[in-house]
C-alpha cells in the first residue's frame, strides 16, 4: 500500500482508521462496506465511516475518549472490572458514574482518566490511518443523516440524550439530524477501491494511529477550545514514549555493552 506523509495532504482529506493487522487485507480487496462492533443496533446497514479533514481527526480523538470513558465505567463495563459487584453495589457504582459523567467531573478524575489514557494509548498503537481519494455526491453524501443522532431525537428527555450531548460535546449540533465532519460515512452498501487508499504516515514515517493523532494535535493546540481529555491524553502519550524509549535505550546499551548518549 502506498505510503503518504501527513504534511503533503490537503487538510480536509478524507481519514478511515482501522486496525494495522488488517492493512495487507485491505491492499488487496479495498475497503468493504460494514457495519462495525461498535454500530451494532444504531446503523442500520453496511458504510464505511471517515472523518473529513485534520481538524475531523481531532474532534473524533476528543468523542472517541469521552466514549471509551463511559463504556469503561458506565453500565457496559467494557474492562469487566466490577463482575464481583453485587447488583446493589453496581447499579449504585452505575449511579454516581452517571453523576459524575453529566456534571462534567470525569474530566478532572485522574484515576479514571489514567486507566482511560493506558486503554487508549495501546488502542490508537494498533491502528493506522488510512485517506481515502472519495467524493461527495459520489462514494457519499454530506447532507446524510446521522442513524444515532436521529434514534436520539426521538426521545429527546432520554438519558442517552444527555450522554450524547457531553461525548459529541461543542464539536456538533445534537439537535440536527445531519453528520458531523468528525463523523461521516458513506452511502450504503459502498466499496472502496484499493487503488483509491493510502497509508497516512508522519513527516518522520511513524505509521501508527497515535502519533498522527499526537501529530495533528501539536498542529492545531493553540486553537482555543474548551477543557478536552485529549489535552491530558496526549501529555499521557508523550511522558509514556519518552520512558518506553529511554527504556529500549537503556536494555540496547546493555545487551551491547555501551553507552548511550
Do not use: C
Amino acid at each position: 500500500m502506498e505510503k503518504v506523509s501527513i504534511d503533503t495532504l490537503n487538510e480536509n482529506e478524507s481519514f478511515h482508521f482501522t486496525e494495522t493487522k488488517y492493512l495487507e487485507k485491505i491492499q488487496e480487496e479495498g475497503l468493504i462496506a460494514s457495519i462495525g462492533e461498535n454500530a451494532i443496533g444504531i446503523e442500520r446497514t453496511p458504510k464505511i465511516f471517515f472523518s473529513k479533514g485534520e481538524m475531523g481527526v481531532i474532534k473524533l480523538s476528543e468523542v472517541w475518549l469521552r466514549w471509551l470513558m463511559n463504556r469503561i465505567y458506565g453500565p457496559n463495563d467494557r474492562l469487566n472490572q466490577y463482575k464481583n459487584l453485587t447488583a446493589y453495589e453496581n447499579n449504585k457504582r452505575v449511579s454516581e458514574w452517571v453523576d459524575e459523567f453529566l456534571s462534567h467531573e470525569y474530566l478532572n478524575d485522574q484515576l479514571k482518566k489514567e486507566q482511560l489514557f493506558e486503554y487508549f494509548y495501546y488502542y490508537l498503537k494498533e491502528r493506522s490511518y488510512l485517506v481515502l481519494d472519495i467524493k461527495d455526491g459520489i462514494e457519499y453524501d454530506s447532507n446524510d443523516l446521522d442513524e444515532n443522532k436521529v434514534e436520539m431525537n426521538r426521545r429527546p428527555d432520554s438519558i442517552n440524550k444527555m450522554f450524547a450531548k457531553i461525548m459529541y460535546g461543542e464539536f456538533s449540533n445534537i439537535d440536527t439530524n445531519n453528520m458531523e465532519d468528525w463523523n461521516m460515512h458513506t452511502k450504503t452498501n459502498i466499496n472502496i477501491d484499493k487503488s483509491k487508499i493510502r497509508q497516512v504516515i508522519t513527516p518522520d514515517g511513524k505509521e501508527d494511529m497515535l502519533s498522527i493523532i499526537i501529530y495533528l494535535y501539536d498542529k492545531y493546540k493553540n486553537i482555543p477550545h474548551n477543557q478536552m481529555l485529549l489535552d491530558d491524553f496526549v501529555d499521557y502519550a508523550k511522558l509514556k514514549d519518552n520512558d518506553y524509549i529511554q527504556k529500549e535505550g537503556k536494555e540496547y546499551a546493555k545487551n551491547n555493552n555501551s553507552r548511550i548518549y
